[in-house]
């Protein structure tokens, strides 16, 4: 069955860095484009970004736009979320998804990211 693990999460303060990794097995990953989401305390599910199976396309929510990052490797079946200069309304449990913005159907457990002073 398809199982993603995120890593990488925790509290980081304003303006600060975190990566976070998602390691996926189950299916064909290189098959598959990827998504990572969040949810926010209180809110819903939001989406972050999402990238072609191959790596060659990338989006971003406007909200993201310039301070992630994210990347794949295939060899290692494995996706990624480089987060710079985060913001207080970024904190949230982020979660790795199979599918691309729209069609994202399972995702792992979560990890939590808290930017806080």
């Known amino acids: 069955q398809v199982q993603l693990v995120e890593s990488g999460g925790g509290l980081v303060q304003p303006g600060g860095s975190l990566s976070l990794s998602c390691a996926a097995s189950?299916?064909?990953?290189?098959?598959?484009?990827m998504s990572w989401v969040r949810q926010a305390p209180g809110k819903g599910l939001e989406w972050v970004s999402a990238i072609s199976n191959f790596g060659s396309s990338t989006v971003y929510a406007e909200a993201v736009k310039g301070r992630f990052t994210i990347s794949r490797d295939n060899d290692k079946n494995t996706l990624y979320l480089q987060m710079n200069s985060l913001r207080p309304e970024d904190t949230a449990v982020y979660y790795c998804?199979?599918?691309?913005?729209?069609?994202?159907?399972?995702r792992g457990q979560g990890t939590q990211v808290t930017v806080s002073s």
């Open positions: 998804a199979k599918g691309g913005r729209s069609s994202w159907d399972e």
């Open positions: 189950g299916f064909i990953f290189s098959s598959n484009f």
